[in-house]
């Protein structure tokens, strides 16, 4: 597959192989990362990505578009078999700008908007200052509570009669439990504001059934499609028919030109393998791993955010053990555990180096790595985070996880 790169540019072949390589030979705990299917990395590497496709199905502004308009349509039709919505756009070209499409087309600059802070578990797009929505929009930020560090409805309440915002977010990525969609809806009637879920990292787990669905809830959804989709590296936004014209005006003309029509058709191919049995029995897997692995590191000491998990993500506060998260991910890192260094509610410390490290299992799930196996993970990530500085100890626990996570080939990688 790489000859033409081979004989063209050596050098990105080699870093191509290179990276191949360290995922082939790591173990991928990053929440946010899985491995797409082979047949969904061909789609992406295909001819379509030369294809421009400016406007929607049946109105484009270029011509020779008989084979896009057909993925494009399969790709929401079979989105919306899954989910059950409305209305569904899979043009944004990741989770981001979704979410930009969507204040962009709902609510007008300088709005008030809430969404759940960043440290907290939300995201950049909720209203976070440094980003556009923390920028332009008036935007509150409704915390966990302090004790349980579950999401504190009452608080987002309270704030929302306060600030009357013209939209609510209710979304997540570092957040380990199930959201409460209901509340949110209660609240945003109360106060005549639009519900907004925003379910990249769980949208795969809402899939398969295994978190309730934000579809019957909300007035629009949006997510990406390849943490807990599966798919390739892209965007989706769902919504009630009634707001169908205003999202689509906003992702197309409003922010985007032509979509990526290769994304497209992995989105369409992903969608099909979500709608498989397989799919079920694989998210079942992903959160049983993740459930058993955050046992795991509670029995060793390591104090978990909420105290545990009811989806794919762990967030652990890593400070009780003397070290911080960068520390802690980078030394992780070295010993071929891979995932990142993650605020945690109330952070003491920086966002560069805060106190918490968060842990997914989607991607170890989609090579068969299960959660008989969280014990033996747990032991690897207990001996590194109490010895960070020692290389000896970071090698040993590197020669151990290539040999264990190599008989677990991963979908999609080269083999090498
Ligand atoms: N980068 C994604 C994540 O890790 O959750 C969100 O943008």
Redesign the pocket.
Known sequence: MLDAIQSQDPEIAALILAENRRQAETIRLI??ENYASKAVQDAVGSALANKYSEGYGGKRYYEGQENIDEIERLAIERVKQIFGAEHVNVQPYS??PANMAVYFALVKAGDPVMGLGLPHGG?LTHGWGVNFSGTYYDAHQYPVDRETELIDYDEMARIAREVRPKMIIAGI?AYPRVVEWDRFREVADEVGALLVADI??ISGLVAAGLHPSPIPVCDVVTSTTHKTFRGPRGGMIMCRAEHAAAIDKAVFPGLQGGPHNNTTAGIAIAAKEALQPEFKVWAQAVVDSARALGEQLSERGFRLITGGTDNHMIVVDVTARGVGGRKAAAALNAAGIVCNANSIPFDPRKPWDPSGIRIGTAAIASRGVGAEHMGRLAAWIDRVIAAPDDAAVAAAVRSEVREFITAFPAPGLLDS
Do not use: K, L, M, V
């Open positions: 929440a946010s989770g981001s995201h990525s990249a990292h």
